[in-house]
Every structure is written in structure tokens, then in C-alpha cells.
């Protein structure tokens, strides 16, 4: 009982810790996405939370450290991404809808916006390879749906390499231009963007 | 006759600096891409050129001069794009083909590149300005095209700051992965991005 009492009680100080963790690494991606990496200190991060340089250090060891938990926390959103357009009995256009509509909403975020505002390569080789690996994936994905959807003739004949390279470039594109005072609704970007590509993909309407 | 050899002589020598000038901002522009601004020194730039630190000021100045002349040249040469899309003749659709087609060329440069893989917040307020006016031009290009095409009913309902917006970034983002040592050919990406956009945009086949 004690013991367990204990457990809870560290339990719930890990928890805390996370948090306060967490909080590090949202206002490290803030400070890198508003004005870069290489011009943002632990200082800068330390101040924008009212903590001291010396409490960072408690919950993260180096800049570069924030860099890549940011991205890596990027990336773990990214594969509830792959999860959700992964149901083979929608059909591959509407399997892509949702992962552009599912993809914007993530990118629009400060984690999401880390991948795209940065250049991964502050980071060390193997971090980035890491990084590299989980990025093609979700590239991967896309592909193949297309690919799907030209055998079963519901998308028109083209490069699947180089549609999805146009899709991910067009959301990836978003943090540069919307991160303003007063930014385009997520709403109304993905009605937008989904429109846009599914009508591009489709088949209908395409001279075969 | 001997004022206009005297003349004559001098425009030589300041074409010859005006040319190695150029060397110069393409060294720069080429290591920024390659490895960020921030990372890149004077001294990075004159190694790669093969002469020392010295003789690189009397080309330019500082670093902040080669982004800005580099984001310079990127501009003009986007103004010749601009020219090219402005036959109203032309429908509007196949306007936006052919400034598709031609950005996707100039944006695979070195100087193109600058545009997109730095950020332009190294510059002084008066530059960074006077750039985004430039840029702003093009959009607005792309945006009154689409607008023309929704009226005459070539293109179907949509928004035109998001779809230019959409096709902006698809293009942007090029750089950021096709600066490789194999990398697709330009004629390659034209084709399968202007099909894309056309087809995306075009009201043929959509539910009116």
C-alpha cells in the first residue's frame, strides 16, 4: 500500500516533469519557427517561460536536443496520419482527402510547423537519418495510394513520385506564409488544398 | 578616338568586374542553399572561388549584399515570367501553364533557390521590403489568372489566394528536395506539375 502510495507519488512527478518538458520543447518550436534555429539560445527559451537557463537544463541538455524531441513529437502525429488513411476498403481518393486534410492540421501546429521552418541540418547524421526514415513514410503512403487509385482508374495517369512531391511541397509551404497575426482558417485551407489536389488526381473529366 | 578606346577599355574592365561579381553571388548563392546562410562565412564563399577574403570585397561587401543581390537577380528573372503570362489573348488556363512551367525553371537555379531555402529575415527591414513587394507581384499574377478563369468559366469556383498559394508552395518546396546528385529533370517536373495544377483548377469533368 505504501509502496504503491510511493509509486503514484513518482508516478505523478514524472507526469509533471513531462509536462514542464513538453512546455520546454512547445516554446523551443515556437522560438526556432518565428526566428530561426541558429539565432534562438537556450536563454531566449528560458526567458520566454520565465524560468532560468539553469531549470532548462533540468529537462533538456542542448538546444539540439529540442530540435530534434520537436520533431520527433512531429513525427509521432504524423503516424496517427498513416494510421487513419490506412482502412483499404475506402476508396484511394477519399484514403487521400483525409490524409491531406489530416496532414494540414498537423503542420499548422508549432511541432508540425518544425519540420518544414527548419533545416535539419543543425541536427547530428544520425538524428537526421532517423528523421529521413519516418518522413518517407508518410511520402510513401501517398505514393501508393495514388498508385492505387491509377490501377483501379479512379486517378488519372501520372508520376505518383512527383504528385505526392507537389502535395507535401504545397502543405509543407503553409507554416512559411500563415504564421501571421491573423492567419487563413485551418478550415478553409484544407477544403481548399483537398479540393485542389483530388480534383487534380482524379480521372474525371481526363481526356484517357 | 582615343577618349572612346579610353572608354571603350573602361566598359570592358567593368564588365569583366561586373562578371566576376556575378561569380561571386553564385559561389554565395550556391553555399547558402548547400549549407544554410547563417553557416556560411566570406571565407566559405572565396575558398570555393579559389581567391582569398580580400579581393571578395571588392566585389561586395558583406553577406547581407550577396543574399540581397542574389534575391535580386532571383526577382528579375521572375519578372521576365511575369511578361511572359501577360498576353490576354492567351486563356487564362494556358497562362497559368506557361507561368507554372517557367517559375518551376527558375526556381531549379541557384538564384531561384536562394528564394526559397533562405529565410529572408538576415535581411535589413528597407530589403526584406523590398522583396516581398517583388514576390508579392507574381502571386497576384497567379491570382488575378485564376479569378479571369473562374469568370469565363474555364476554372471552377475556388479560392484564388489559396489555390495560388497551393501552387506557390509545390513550386517553393522543390529546391528543398531536388537538390541532389540525381536529381528528376526539370522537363520532368514541369510537365507532371502543370498537369496537376491545370487539371486541379480546370472546371472539365467538375460538378458545377
Chains 1, 2 share one sequence.
Not at 128 to 133: I, K, S, T, V, Y
Not at 161 to 166: E, H
Request: net charge neutral; proline share 4%.
Amino acid at each position: 500500500m505504501s509502496n504503491a502510495k510511493w509509486n503514484n507519488a513518482v508516478a505523478s512527478r514524472e507526469e509533471q516533469h513531462e509536462q514542464k518538458r513538453l512546455a520546454v520543447l512547445e516554446a523551443g518550436a515556437k522560438l526556432f519557427n518565428d526566428q530561426g534555429y541558429e539565432r534562438t539560445s537556450l536563454d531566449d527559451i528560458a526567458s520566454a517561460l520565465n524560468i532560468t537557463k539553469r531549470t532548462i537544463y533540468y529537462y533538456i541538455q542542448s538546444k539540439d536536443e529540442i530540435l530534434f524531441e520537436c520533431m520527433k513529437i512531429g513525427l509521432e502525429l504524423s503516424s496517427k496520419i498513416l494510421a487513419s488513411s490506412a482502412d483499404r476498403t475506402v476508396p484511394p481518393l477519399e484514403r487521400i482527402r483525409i490524409l491531406i486534410d489530416e496532414y494540414i492540421n498537423w503542420i499548422l501546429t508549432d511541432f508540425g510547423a518544425c519540420m518544414t521552418l527548419l533545416r535539419v541540418s543543425a541536427l547530428s547524421p544520425e538524428r537526421r537519418a532517423e528523421l529521413n526514415r519516418s518522413k518517407f513514410t508518410l511520402d510513401e503512403r501517398l505514393r501508393n495510394l495514388i498508385r492505387e487509385g491509377i490501377e483501379d482508374k479512379s486517378i488519372r495517369p501520372c508520376d505518383p513520385r512527383l504528385a505526392s512531391a507537389a502535395i507535401f511541397g504545397a502543405m509543407n509551404w503553409l507554416p512559411h506564409w500563415n504564421r501571421s497575426d491573423n492567419p487563413v482558417p485551418n478550415s478553409n485551407i484544407r477544403a481548399e488544398f483537398t479540393e485542389l489536389f483530388v480534383t487534380g488526381l482524379s480521372s474525371n473529366g481526363h481526356d484517357l
